[in-house]
């Protein structure tokens, strides 16, 4: 799995890059970590091994602030405008001509929705997406809910929630599909099932694909 350092406005990301086996990789995926852990999450790395099987390219995005060895994420439009750098520099090299999907865990997940039309996503990809952030003691008002986050992706999306997460659970919508597997916010109870989803989407998504080119050609 080769690694790759991308330059952004932010400082260095770093990539991690797989090719499926066999034919030519039919799309792209890029996955960003959560706001305090790294690319080696279990269920992104379930998520990794649905997308090869299914003959996607799979970028693992480690943010600068990471790479920095910080463990504090950086603010959200620093985390969007690196992520959007990388996601064009992939585009214009290692998945040029692909389709790529946006994806990520937990703060990740908002990433890639938040910039999901800043990079022409084809698709989005949530593991557990957080979309209430836990109430803080003694607060005077409820936590703000994130579903705007969601609910302003155009394109098509997965969301994997574990029943329990205390984030809470997104709601579906259309063009939005909601797997709920067994488990906490770290989906770590149940990755076959996780896989399982993600393995899902993929396939209806190449199915959508092909009935548009078909559509196209008529």
């Known amino acids: 799995m080769p ?10 990301a770093r990539v991690h890059l797989t090719l499926p ?10 996955l960003g970590h959560g706001a305090g852990g790294g690319v080696g999450a279990p269920d992104l790395q379930a998520a990794r091994g649905a997308a090869l099987r299914a003959g996607l390219t799979v970028a693992l995005v480690e ?3 990471r790479v920095a060895g910080r463990r504090s994420p950086a603010p959200a439009a620093h985390l969007d405008e690196a992520w959007v750098a990388v996601a064009e520099q992939l585009a214009a090299d290692r998945l040029r001509g692909l389709p790529i999907i946006a994806g990520g865990r937990s703060s990740g997940a908002r990433v890639a929705c938040r910039t999901a039309a800043a990079i022409d996503a084809a698709g989005v990809l ?3 997406f957080p979309l209430l952030p836990p109430r803080r003691a003694g607060a005077a008002k409820p ?7 969601l609910d302003a992706v155009t394109v098509p999306t997965l969301v994997v929630q574990g029943v329990n997460d205390r984030f809470g659970m997104p709601p579906e919508a259309p063009g939005r599909t909601v797997a709920r597997v067994a488990g906490d916010h770290a989906l770590r109870s149940d ?3 996780v896989a399982e989803a993600v393995t899902q989407w993929l396939q209806t998504q190449r199915r959508g694909r ?5 559509a196209a050609r008529s």
């Open 3 to 12: 690694e790759l350092n991308v330059d952004t406005p932010r400082g260095p």
């Open 210 to 214: 092909r009935r548009s080119a078909r």
């Open 63 to 65: 943010q600068p602030y």
């Open 191 to 193: 990755l076959p099932a």
């Open 126 to 128: 949530c593991l557990a």
């Open 21 to 30: 086996d066999g034919s030519p990789p039919r799309a792209g995926l890029m």
């Open 143 to 149: 936590p703000v809910s994130r579903l705007a986050e």
